[in-house]
């Protein structure tokens, strides 16, 4: 019986034993497999660290440091302009509003440049900084149509503007990463990307003045984008944001901008003029056409008629001679009989906005030959250029 009990915990035993070393196998072979044990496992060996800006890459973190840098000198313009219509033998006046975006370029005086087309002639601006703040009412310091460039001064301007950056466009490359920021449909401090598409570009501005040198880019501009900047990779202006070529009005990839040089040639004039002085010829002119040129039998079926030359003025000295002849042309009573300008310094002149795209880069003080005929004969002569807005604005 002695040995029976003997025999009985002696098996106990040994079952005891085999199950303890069957467990401790089992965990060196789990450990094995996956490469742990239990007292080594913590939280960041399951779920991933995500805290702060760690999941965001390089190249995403400098685009969100650039926005929160660039765009606090972005606004939102709002034009008001008034026009009477009649109505029932009344006059009653009506208010449009537009929209557009501007830069702030001296946060000290105000300063801010945009488009010509967003603030054209109109009554009241108003510049809305950001969605907290209250709209600031503002004036239109000067404009230049030829160039789609204007700038603006807020009223009483606040202590905490923010200006831009001005880079340059002399060493912009095709492909290089570009920014803009405005205010598309509505939507404030819209951020867009992409790239260059091509450089000196020559497009027609709404008011059918060609523009030179503009960027064209595939950043998504859409209207309201008008005015706003166009930015390199730095940060730094690089372009003013104007026009699109679309069919359906909305970004399809085809964008351009005013180059930062032209806006830095271009604003200081606009600050101290309130325009840029241009070289102008100081006569009034009347577009030839064929119809025009066999009815009077002048020689040439594109040029501009001189109708008027300013009485001992610089193109009077230079022999240009206006009409001698008073005619109905459509509703408005012309001279005729002038000399047809054809060339000025050998580029062809077919209509007035040519002339225009001549003389836009010219100074006041300069001399150009310009190609005339009379009596269907061609001459040359040299006139020396006074201002445009001088002469225009008699």
Aim: hydrophobic share 35%; glycine share 10%.
């Amino acid at each position: 019986m002695k040995n029976f009990k003997l025999l009985v915990v002696f098996s106990v035993s040994l079952l005891v034993g085999f199950s303890v070393l069957y467990l401790l196998d089992s965990e060196k072979n789990s450990e094995k497999i996956t490469g742990k044990t239990e007292n080594k496992i913590e939280m960041k060996d399951v779920l991933p660290v995500t805290s702060g800006q760690s999941t965001l890459t390089p190249s995403e973190l400098k685009t969100i440091e650039l926005y929160e840098k660039a765009s606090p000198a972005v606004v939102y313009i709002t034009s008001y302009k008034t026009e009477y219509v009649s109505y029932f033998f009344d006059i009653y006046p009506q208010t449009s509003e537009g929209q557009g975006s501007g830069v702030i370029i001296d946060a000290k005086n105000g300063y801010i440049v945009t488009n010509y087309h967003v603030v054209g002639k109109a009554d009241r601006l108003t510049v809305t900084l950001n969605q907290e703040e209250a709209d600031w009412e503002a004036t239109i310091v000067g404009v230049d149509p030829e160039n789609d460039l204007a700038v603006i001064k807020i009223k009483d301007p606040p202590a905490n503007l923010t200006s831009i950056k001005m880079g340059t466009s002399e060493t912009l490359r095709i492909g290089q990463s570009v920014y803009a920021i405005g205010n598309p449909f509505g939507f404030d401090h819209t951020l867009t990307s992409g790239i260059i598409s091509a450089l000196n570009r020559n497009i027609k501005s709404s008011n059918g003045v060609l523009m030179e040198g503009t960027i064209q880019t595939d950043a998504s501009i859409n209207p309201g984008n008008s005015g706003g900047p166009l930015l390199d990779s730095s940060g730094n202006l690089i372009g003013i944001n104007t026009m699109i070529v679309s069919p359906s009005s909305g970004s399809v990839g085809i964008g351009f901008a005013i180059p930062v040089d032209k806006v830095k040639e271009v604003v200081p004039q606009l600050v101290e003029y309130g325009y840029v002085k241009r070289g102008w010829i100081d006569a009034t002119f009347l577009p030839v056409n064929r119809r025009l040129s066999r009815a009077l039998n002048l020689g040439t079926d594109t040029g501009l008629m001189i109708m008027q030359v300013a009485q001992n003025g610089e193109a009077y000295k230079a022999g240009l001679r206006g009409g001698n002849q008073k005619a109905m042309y459509g509703n408005r009573v012309v001279m005729i009989g002038g000399e047809v300008i054809t060339a000025i310094n050998d580029v062809k002149i077919t209509d007035y906005n040519s002339l225009v795209n001549v003389l836009k880069n010219s100074k006041v003080g300069e001399t150009v030959k310009v190609t005339y005929v009379y009596k269907r004969r061609i001459y040359e002569t040299n006139a020396k250029l006074i201002d445009k807005r001088l002469f225009t604005d008699r």
